[in-house]
Structure formats: structure tokens, C-alpha cells
């Protein structure tokens, strides 16, 4: 059966790589990308879009019903830092907007939920390296509070109504299509846009400060196949960890070094620094590797050349102005 699916917070990193693949895949028509105020990329607009706001509640219900909506990915979410500025801001979208989903996902007998969490579950009593699977989940960002609490209630919503909701511990992102938002690993985007503008880049955190990260089409590729596994595959409705690679702001800088050599970086670490202190440096995603097949195909140099190699012209054609 062709899924009909919604996917909230379309316009943000995530959204605009996985509408996309989602629409490849399943058809244009079937898949509603929502979007809140950001307008979104073009793209986006090459198929069903609703602006929305999910902590609305009545209004998740209207478009789930007049789409006749069986699955949603529920992307919608403030980021660390932006969390850090606006702790109720936070707790409001990211605890609010996902029980909204869920309650509505419930009343209207959905078949499928997505919920992405986040290496942000993880607090400075985690283990630094290969935080495990079951490792303790005390983080110290409003972020990662809701981050926890969301996975305990996706938990709670499949134990209590049997509800077949599927959830990623993400790593930091990085994509060619979007510009992340408010996050504590964005710099690891922003460098390569300020390599290609600018031939130098101001990184907020510190030179050496290791974080778990992946590039965009795995990240894709792992949602769906998470979402496309056999049920009984699918063994936790909390966040799966999940792995790619680890990389500090000097490594992926000299990566970018080989193909830009006069690129140059200066290290001035803001607040987001003791954001990233508090997370792991790496990840052990062995249960998805073991339960639904999870594998990455880019490491650090395949995803740099990949990044140079789409941002490079489009950046020097938006400059011409082309
Ligand atoms: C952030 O930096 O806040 C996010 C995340 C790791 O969840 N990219």
C-alpha cells in the first residue's frame, strides 16, 4: 500500500532532502509537506503544501483528515541553541507539537509515526566515546530534555495504544540543499558555504571538538528504511542511535584544505561550545545496524568532495547572478 503521507517542518534541514526522496519515491501527490513561516525551498512546492502550526492541535486534525493522512513524519522542532535562547519556545514546539501528533495519529488510527531525536539525549555523564544505546540520558539542554521526554512518550504511545511510532537519535546533519537552523553542529554546514564565499571561515565551537555527524543522504536513507522495516524488525519505539561519522572542525577544515589549500580558519567558541562539551564525540549504533540493516556510505572525504562538488557552482552561479 502506497503510504499518504504528511511530514511537518518541511522547510527545515531534514524536510528539504526528505520531501524529495519521499516524493521519488511514493509519488508526488502523496506526500503534504508542511511548513510553518519559513517559505521553503521551491522544491517543496512541486507537490501538496500546508502551512501549519503544530501546537495547534485542531489544525494537525483538519490536514490529516482532508489528505486522508495514514503516516506522519513529525519534523517540526527547535534546535540546541535556538532551545538555549528560548527554553519555553522549546518545550512548547517540541513537547506540545509532538503529543499534538501523536494524540491526533491515535484518533485517527494512523499507521505509522516518525520522530527524530537526537545525539542531544546525551548529557556529560554519558560515556565521551561509543555512548551506548542504553547509556544514562541526562542531558543538560532544554533541547535534549524534550529530546528525552519525546522519546518516553513515543514509548508510552506504543506500549499503552500500540501505536507503530519509529524514532532516530540523529548525529549532526549536513546537507547541500538546506541551511540548518539554530543548532549547535551547524558550523559544520556554514564552513563549507564560507570555504567557497569567502576562502575563510569563523568557527563557533573549538578546533578540536569532536561530534558525531552524517551526511544528508544517509540520513535519508536510514529514515526510510527505519520506516520502511518489517514491524517486528523494529524492536524499541524510543530513538535508535545511529552512527556515520565523527569528525572536529580542524579535521573537516583540512579536508576541505585538500581541494581549497589557502582555505583558513579562525576559532573564536561561543555559548554553543558548552553545548557540544556536554554530548558524546561518537556513537554505537550497533542496534540498527543489527535490527534494520543500517549502513553509511560517506565518510568524511566523500561527503566533503560530495558538499564542494553541489555547493561549489551553485554558489558561483547565485553570485553571477544566474
Ligand atoms: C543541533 O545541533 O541542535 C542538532 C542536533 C545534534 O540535534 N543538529
Known amino acids: 500500500m502506497t503510504p499518504k503521507i504528511l511530514v511537518t517542518g518541511s522547510a527545515g534541514q531534514i524536510g528539504a532532502e526528505l520531501v524529495p526522496a519521499l516524493r521519488a519515491r511514493y509519488g508526488r501527490d502523496q506526500i503534504v509537506a508542511a511548513i510553518h513561516k519559513a517559505a521553503g525551498s521551491p522544491l517543496l512546492r512541486e507537490g501538496p503544501v500546508e502551512t501549519l502550526n503544530v501546537s495547534d492541535s485542531s489544525a494537525v486534525s483538519r490536514v490529516v483528515r482532508q489528505y486522508g493522512i495514514d503516516t506522519v513524519y513529525h519534523l517540526a522542532a527547535v534546535l540546541s541553541a535556538t532551545g538555549e535562547k528560548s527554553p519555553d519556545l522549546a518545550w ?11 494524540d491526533v495519529a491515535r484518533q485517527a488510527k ?46 508510552y504511545y506504543f506500549l499503552k495504544y500500540g501505536m507503530d511510532v519509529r524514532c532516530i537519535r540523529y548525529p549532526g546533519l549536513i546537507s547541500s540543499e538546506a541551511l540548518p537552523g539554530g543548532g549547535t553542529t551547524d558550523y559544520a554546514v556554514e564552513i563549507f558555504y564560507s570555504a567557497i564565499q569567502k576562502g575563510s571561515y ?71 561550545q558548552k553545548i557540544a562539551d556536554s554530548w558524546p564525540m561518537s556513537i554505537d549504533d550497533s542496534e540498527a545496524r543489527r ?31 544566474v
Open 291 to 321: 535490527d534494520w540493516g543500517w549502513a553509511h556510505r560517506f565518510d568524511l572525504s566523500k561527503m566533503t568532495g560530495d558538499m564542494l562538488a553541489r555547493l561549489g557552482p551553485r554558489l558561483a552561479s547565485a553570485q553571477k547572478g
Open 202 to 272: 569563523s568557527c563557533f565551537l573549538e578546533k578540536n571538538s569532536t561530534l558525531p555527524m552524517m551526511y544528508m543522504p544517509d540520513a535519508v536513507e536510514a529514515t526510510l528504511k527505519l520506516m520502511e522495516a518489517e514491524p517486528s524488525k523494529v524492536k524499541r519505539h524510543s530513538g535508535y542511535n545511529l552512527a556515520a561519522i565523527s569528525f572536529s572542525p580542524e579535521e573537516v577544515a583540512a579536508e576541505i584544505r585538500k581541494q581549497m589549500p589557502a582555505f583558513k580558519v579562525t576559532y573564536s567558541p561561543d555559548q554553543r
Open 92 to 102: 512548547e514546539v517540541n513537547m506540545q507539537g509532538l503529543k499534538n501528533v501523536l
Open 110 to 155: 494512523l499507521r505509522r509515526v516518525f520522530w527524530p531525536s537526537s545525539i542531544a539525549v546525551f548529557g556529560p555523564d554519558a560515556p565521551r566515546k561509543n555512548a551506548p544505546q542504553n547509556a544514562p540520558l541526562n542531558p543538560t539542554t532544554m533541547y535534549g530534555v524534550s529530546k528525552v521526554a519525546g522519546e518516553l512518550l513515543c514509548n
